[in-house]
């Protein structure tokens, strides 16, 4: 059973970065496609990119471009989210999924992490 | 980017209601349209995927049709652990997109 674990809540300044984690535990890591997904306070879901670990390559929604980095460490099974530049609008719950497959049809999210709290506040 | 609207956004039922939901997307998406349901505080669980597909241990109540721009999810028979918003995906084209959410609450 595929599962992934987060990294704990976080509280951050304006400007400044935050990395979450995510540890997949189950299943074949380098075979995963990990996609990343925020969700402001009362708000819906906002896909902000994936990363396929066998090839290290990742896409980006490009509202997030420049500011979001995804990277994943197969030896250790575990995916990464970096977002830089926080400002208080980045204040959300900030999901990891592994997705069904590899290509973008295959995207949808089978399993899900439990979801980390970032707070930016001053 | 492709837009996805939800239809309504919130809906009032009873249990044992037949729900439906509808999902439009700006462009046509083929097939490419998966369904969530969340519940508060909780991850999104995957319900449908290739807009039809039932994702393995989901009740027989849920069922998905549709293709091209307009998608249904429908919930024959409404059960007191379905109250909890639903969200559709398109998964045609990068940047993924989802829907705005329809909540479903008790009458």
């Known amino acids: 059973q595929v599962q992934l674990v987060q990294s704990g809540a976080e509280v951050k300044k304006p400007g400044s970065s935050v990395k979450v984690s995510c540890k997949a535990s189950?299943?074949?890591?380098?075979?995963?496609?990990i996609s990343w997904v925020r969700q402001a306070p009362g708000q819906g879901l906002e896909w902000m990119g994936r990363?396929?670990?066998?090839?290290?390559?990742?896409n980006y929604a490009q509202k997030f471009q420049g500011r979001v980095t995804i990277t994943a460490d197969k030896s250790t099974s575990t995916a990464y989210m970096e977002l830089s530049s926080l400002r208080s609008e980045d204040t959300a719950v900030y999901y990891c999924?592994?997705?069904?497959?590899?290509?973008?049809?295959?995207?949808?999210?089978?399993?899900w992490g439990q979801g980390t709290l970032v707070t930016v506040s001053s | 980017d492709i837009q996805l609207t939800q239809s309504p956004s919130f809906l009032s039922a009873s249990v044992g209601d037949r729900v439906t939901i509808t999902c439009r997307a700006s462009?046509?998406?083929?097939?490419?349209l998966a369904w969530y349901q969340q519940k508060p505080g909780k991850a999104p669980k995957l319900l449908i995927y290739?807009?039809?597909t039932l994702q393995s241990g989901v009740p027989s109540r849920f069922s998905g049709s549709g293709s091209g721009t307009e998608f249904t999810l429908t919930i024959s028979s409404l059960q007191p652990e379905d109250f909890a918003t639903y969200y559709c995906?398109?998964?045609?084209?990068?940047?993924?997109?989802f829907g705005p959410g329809t909540k479903v609450d008790i009458k």
């Open positions: 999924a592994r997705d069904s497959g590899a290509t973008v049809t295959d995207a949808q999210g089978d399993y």
């Open positions: 189950g299943g074949t890591f380098s075979s995963y496609t």
């Open positions: 990363i396929i670990p066998i090839l290290g390559i990742a």
């Open positions: 462009q046509g998406i083929s097939s490419y």
């Open positions: 290739a807009a039809s």
């Open positions: 995906q398109q998964l045609n084209s990068y940047p993924v997109t």
